[in-house]
């Protein structure tokens, strides 16, 4: 048996799958307060007389980080920013605060010039006034040498949880993209989890050791522990996962019109 889980904005909604087929559902209001006990409320619902060792995989998709973006609910960010000769970076502030560092690796990964350990402690006194709980780090070329980066980041890690990495959210070239990315990636980093927690708590009160995984906005799946490491990947899991619905639903072969609400 698969189940699937849909924690939204307004409803927890769920399902369980068997050979393609759906078996049960179930649908209970989403307190905000209390995320474990509306997870808890459906699974209750939705398993009572099941035979939970059947479960083979726990199926999940979510609007929480997206709600929190759209709801102006991220933690305040702290962005440090490694662009290089060229443009003004003006157009990629983003975030509670914003540093333009000097240093530069090249496009070929070369280091051409070496970070200002001074600029690091004019940054952390920055962010501190600023109530910044966590941080991003970007280099232009960190995809080719993530040496910068690397030591940003060990600087910032003593005082701010998450510090994201540009180049871990994307092997492109895109600098203007990985900045984005990386910001919401730290700021939806503390509601992701706490979904998470609330999850994993729910499931092992229980009984369930079934694997854990959420729903991308590619209607793909990325595993529970890569997703609260990365969990700019389920921003869009919610709308993803009713276009995916959709399509099991009816022809594909078919014009459709999708309402998400």
């Known amino acids: 048996m698969i189940v699937g889980l849909d924690m939204g904005g307004t409803h927890v909604d769920a399902a369980i799958i068997r050979d393609g087929e759906i078996v049960d ?3 209970t209001p989403v307190d905000r307060s209390n995320l474990f006990e509306s997870i808890w409320n459906t699974l209750e ?6 035979d939970i060792a059947r479960i083979k995989r726990i199926n999940l998709s979510t609007t929480v980080c997206t709600n929190a973006i759209v709801e102006n609910k991220t933690v305040p960010v702290g962005m440090v920013i490694e662009s290089g000769p060229g ?3 003006d157009f990629l502030k983003c975030g509670k605060a914003n540093v333009f560092v000097s240093g530069y690796i090249d496009h070929r ?3 051409v010039q070496k970070i200002n350990p001074d600029e690091m402690q004019e940054a952390l006194k920055l962010f501190q006034r600023k109530g910044v709980q966590a941080c991003a780090v970007i280099s232009k070329f960190s995809v080719r040498n993530p040496l910068h980066e690397k030591e940003m980041a060990s600087f910032f890690q003593k005082h701010f949880s998450p510090v994201t990495l540009g180049h871990t959210i994307s092997g492109k070239l895109n600098f203007p993209r990985r900045v984005f ?4 990636n730290s700021g939806i980093h503390k509601t992701f989890n706490e979904f998470s927690e609330s ?3 729910a499931l092992n009160d229980k009984g369930i050791k079934a694997p854990v995984y959420v729903l991308k906005a590619d209607g793909g799946t990325i595993g529970l522990k890569a997703a609260e490491r990365y969990p700019v990947n389920t921003i869009l899991s919610g709308p993803a996962a009713s276009l995916m619905g959709m ?3 009816i022809p594909t072969y078919e ?5 998400d609400i």
């Open 181 to 184: 990315t990386s910001y919401l």
């Open 25 to 27: 559902t179930a649908k």
């Open 109 to 111: 990964g070369r280091e």
């Open 255 to 259: 014009d459709a019109i999708l309402l």
């Open 45 to 50: 619902e939705l398993l009572s007389g099941k």
């Open 247 to 249: 399509c099991a639903l």
């Open 87 to 89: 443009l003004n970076p």
């Open 199 to 201: 999850i994993k708590t």
